[in-house]
């Protein structure tokens, strides 16, 4: 049995931003610690918020990282490029300039109208208040004149931060850091350029003391990239740690798109690419390698569960079964590959 203490060299970044069913960072870091050497290659292929790759890089190792979500991948982007840039530099500026925005009501005003579709703009319309699009806007429109990449991604990593919170954050919504949104008519938000500014105080003191990527050599890459398909050679990774959606997987672009809306995505194309998730409550495009005896055996009859939930959890065995072949792939010979995983029930079922 392992029992966890609080070690702020392992826990730092995980309070960078709210992500629900987060990954403890003493998991990977113990195996990471244990089963690989300084330079070896460490992979998570369903990286979430990134923590493995964290840790691998704070280990010295060198992290890979994949997942099919842009948020995630702008997180762990932000966490492991802490060192590329000097934050103290644009605080100011970022937060100064943003006010000063603010005062220009019909620049604002024109972004906000011109830069959404009509649907996004409804989605904006229900759970953002007027005066919250303006301040969000103002933010967005100075992130985006910053040319230093790193520091772009750690800015934009803290207008997210605000938005999407257990709270609900600047939104009208609450429970949305769990995936649970739900509108709450009688919230009234806090302002979106304070709260910005008080995010980036935090991060500033966390960045002075991290040491993710000091390490000579060491390099984190996290990527768009879907783990049934990784765009990587045979026998490259020497250690895998990774934790896989759930048959019932929390649905996470329910509360990432409340923030990726603001940093250039529609509904129409987040809705998109959703379907596409492993675990993702969808059954179109049946496809997919046979079934192990075993998990056939594990899939209810319809009567025992519903036809549609049935057929769910078929694919999804499919697509499990298609991103282990994938591990398996470009893992080297002898090398070890962790998976972290938990009960899961389904209707009542153990899945």
């Not at 990587?232 to 250690?239: A, E, K, P, S």
């Amino acid at each position: 049995m392992w029992i966890f203490t609080t070690n702020p060299a392992v826990t730092g970044a995980t309070g960078l931003h709210a992500f629900a069913a987060k990954f403890l960072p003493q998991l990977p870091h113990i195996f990471i610690d244990q089963l690989t050497e300084p330079g070896d290659v460490v992979l998570d292929a369903m990286m979430g918020s990134g923590t493995a790759l964290v840790e691998a890089a704070t280990l010295g190792r060198r992290g890979l990282g994949f997942d099919i979500d842009l948020l995630p991948v702008r997180i762990t982007q932000a966490k492991t490029m802490l060192n590329t840039c000097d934050l103290n530099d644009e605080k100011c500026d970022v937060v100064g300039q943003s006010r000063r925005l603010l005062q220009d009501t019909d620049l604002v005003e024109s972004a906000i109208q011109s830069r959404f579709d009509d649907d996004t703009k409804k989605f904006i319309d229900y759970w953002f208040l007027l005066d919250t699009q303006r301040e969000l806007m103002t933010l967005v429109l100075t992130i985006e004149k910053i040319a230093d990449s790193g520091l772009r991604r750690i800015l934009e990593l803290t207008f997210s931060s605000i938005i999407v919170t257990k709270s609900g954050g600047v939104s009208r919504a609450m429970d949305l850091a769990h995936g649970r949104p739900h509108r709450v008519n009688s919230k009234t938000p806090r302002n979106a350029i304070q709260q910005f500014e008080r995010k980036l105080r935090q991060y500033l003191l966390y960045f002075s003391k991290q040491d993710v990527g000091k390490a000579a050599g060491v390099m984190a890459q996290p990527v768009m990239g879907d783990a049934r398909a990784l765009p990587l050679n045979n026998d490259v990774v020497d250690l895998i740690v990774t934790s896989p959606p759930y048959a019932n997987a929390i649905d996470y672009m329910r509360a990432h798109k409340y923030s990726l809306v603001w940093l250039g995505c529609s509904t129409a194309e987040l809705s998109r690419k959703r379907a596409t998730y492993i675990g993702a409550e969808r059954i179109a495009g049946q496809g997919g390698p046979i079934l192990p005896e075993s998990s056939e055996r594990t899939i209810p009859a319809p009567t025992e569960l519903d036809s549609t939930r049935a057929r769910i959890l078929r694919r999804y065995f499919s697509e499990r079964a298609q991103s282990i072949s994938e591990l398996s792939r470009v893992l080297r010979s002898g090398r070890a590959a962790v998976l972290v995983v938990g009960t899961s029930t389904m209707r009542g079922l153990d899945v």
